[in-house]
């Protein structure tokens, strides 16, 4: 059974600092694409962040980019993704996710997510 557990979530200032885990199991962690998706109130989801499955290749949205940074652990079956000088629009839940394939925005699997809050 897959499992996608999301984890570091919470409340902080503008400028700050985050970093979201996502423990994965009941896959093959290390063969497959892995990305970051959220959610604000009122708006569709919205992908945040991917990363191939070896972790050599990367893309992020404009929104965030030179701001957040994924990565991964195959060892640790572990997706993470480091939150730098957060915004209030960056408020969300975000979300993990196993990608159908990198190039895309379609998803094999979702994690329940992580609230993430940023007061001004």
């Known amino acids: 059974q897959v499992q996608l557990v999301e984890s570091g979530g919470g409340l902080l200032q503008a400028g700050g600092s985050l970093r979201l885990s996502c423990a994965a199991s009941?896959?093959?962690?290390?063969?497959?694409?892995m990305a970051w998706f959220r959610q604000a109130p009122g708006k569709e989801r919205e992908f945040v962040a991917g990363?191939?499955?070896?972790?050599?290749?990367?893309r992020y949205a404009d929104s965030v980019k030179g701001r957040f940074t994924i990565s991964r652990e195959n060892a640790k079956n572990t997706v993470y993704l480091q939150m730098n000088a957060v915004k209030p629009e960056d408020t969300a839940v975000y979300y993990c996710?196993?990608?159908?394939?990198?190039?895309?925005?379609?998803?094999?699997?979702w994690g329940r997510g992580t609230q993430v809050t940023v007061s001004s």
């Open positions: 990363i191939m499955s070896t972790g050599d290749n990367t």
């Open positions: 996710a196993v990608l159908r394939n990198y190039f895309g925005v379609a998803v094999r699997y």
């Open positions: 009941g896959f093959t962690f290390s063969s497959y694409s």
